[in-house]
């Protein structure tokens, strides 16, 4: 089985480099392993797949060796297990508010003794059954060393229960929503609860149970400020990055005409 760079860099305390992506970009996926990134956070979440499209992307995941970590659009058991069987080396869960979903995640996503996954033993994490039809095969316990689950941190109630939520055995993770969370702080201001605040107790609960804590940034400065202070996880360049390409060759392009 595939091992997980990821969980290498956060095993050693060590910073992953995530992009992310919401297209078809099979060019993508070769650019973000040559430039050294570690994962790519892909967002079928907000963004229209199919399940051939997401197969296509995690075997090409696979083959330049680079991480897939999947943010699902739903919490149904059969069909997370069916992004690991693919391939994703991980999952980002949406929403997770309290522990018992948290559990419900890890009982679907990790084999026993740690859960409670189905198993087939036929897909792309095991080499489609090479790693799996032979004596003694090491797949169960591979699978659950080098895959790892991300919980979202969006609401205040999984603020407030990020100690519980940190503590369930099989996350690895708690990722601070900012767009969410921030939406609906905005919309119950009476909390007196700010993004910053939110994430300092989140990174407290992590780094008393020894998991990773990250959050989103939108520049450099911002990936390093939150790095120092000891995140391992903020995604930074993605394909809507793309955008600014076009504009500064468009403006390039202005430049040359109006000459």
Same mark, same amino acid.
């Given at each position: 089985?595939?091992?997980?760079?990821?969980?290498?860099?956060?095993?050693?305390?060590?910073?992953?480099?995530?992009?992310?992506?919401?297209?078809?970009?099979?060019?993508?996926?070769?650019?973000?392993?040559?430039?050294?990134?570690?994962?790519?956070?892909?967002?079928?979440?907000?963004?229209?797949?199919?399940?051939?499209?997401?197969?296509?992307?995690?075997?090409?995941?696979?083959?330049y060796d680079?991480?897939?970590?999947?943010?699902?659009?739903?919490?149904?058991?059969g069909r997370?297990?069916?992004?690991?069987?693919?391939?994703?080396?991980?999952?980002?869960?949406?929403?997770?508010?309290?522990? *018992?979903? $948290?559990?419900?995640?890890?009982?679907?996503?990790? =084999?026993?003794?740690? +859960?409670?996954? @189905? #198993?087939?033993? %036929?897909?792309?994490?095991?080499?489609?059954?090479?790693?799996?039809?032979?004596?003694?095969?090491?797949?169960?316990?591979?699978?659950?060393?080098?895959?790892?689950?991300?919980?979202?941190?969006?609401?205040?109630?999984?603020?407030?229960?990020?100690? *519980?939520? $940190?503590?369930?055995?099989?996350?690895?993770?708690? =990722?601070?929503?900012? +767009?969410?969370? @921030? #939406?609906?702080? %905005?919309?119950?201001?009476?909390?007196?609860?700010?993004?910053?605040?939110?994430?300092?107790?989140?990174?407290a609960a992590?780094?008393?149970?020894?998991?990773?804590?990250?959050?989103?940034?939108?520049?450099?400065?911002?990936?390093?400020?939150?790095?120092?202070?000891?995140?391992?996880?903020?995604?930074?360049?993605?394909?809507?990055?793309?955008?600014?390409?076009?504009?500064?060759?468009?403006?390039?392009?202005?430049?040359?005409?109006?000459?």
């Amino acid at each position: 089985m595939r091992k997980s760079k990821v969980l290498a860099k956060w095993r050693n305390k060590q910073f992953a480099r995530f992009c992310a992506m919401g297209h078809v970009l099979p060019f993508f996926i070769h650019y973000a392993a040559k430039y050294n990134y570690d994962g790519i956070w892909l967002d079928t979440e907000h963004r229209n797949f199919d399940m051939r499209e997401i197969q296509h992307l995690q075997a090409l995941c696979h083959l330049y060796d680079i991480d897939c970590m999947v943010r699902p659009p739903t919490t149904q058991r059969g069909r997370l297990y069916r992004y690991l069987e693919d391939g994703a080396a991980g999952l980002m869960i949406p929403f997770v508010s309290d522990a *018992e979903m $948290a559990r419900r995640i890890v009982a679907a996503t990790k =084999f026993p003794p740690i +859960g409670n996954r @189905g #198993l087939d033993g %036929a897909g792309l994490d095991c080499n489609f059954g090479s790693d799996t039809w032979i004596p003694d095969s090491p797949y169960i316990a591979d699978a659950n060393r080098e895959t790892f689950i991300v919980a979202q941190i969006e609401t205040p109630e999984a603020v407030a229960n990020a100690e *519980e939520i $940190a503590a369930v055995p099989g996350i690895d993770a708690l =990722f601070v929503g900012p +767009g969410d969370l @921030g #939406l609906r702080l %905005a919309a119950y201001p009476e909390l007196g609860l700010t993004i910053d605040a939110a994430v300092a107790q989140v990174a407290a609960a992590c780094e008393r149970h020894g998991k990773v804590w990250g959050r989103t940034a939108g520049a450099i400065a911002e990936v390093d400020s939150y790095r120092r202070q000891g995140s391992l996880m903020i995604p930074y360049g993605g394909d809507f990055a793309l955008m600014n390409v076009l504009r500064e060759a468009s403006a390039e392009l202005d430049d040359m005409l109006a000459g």
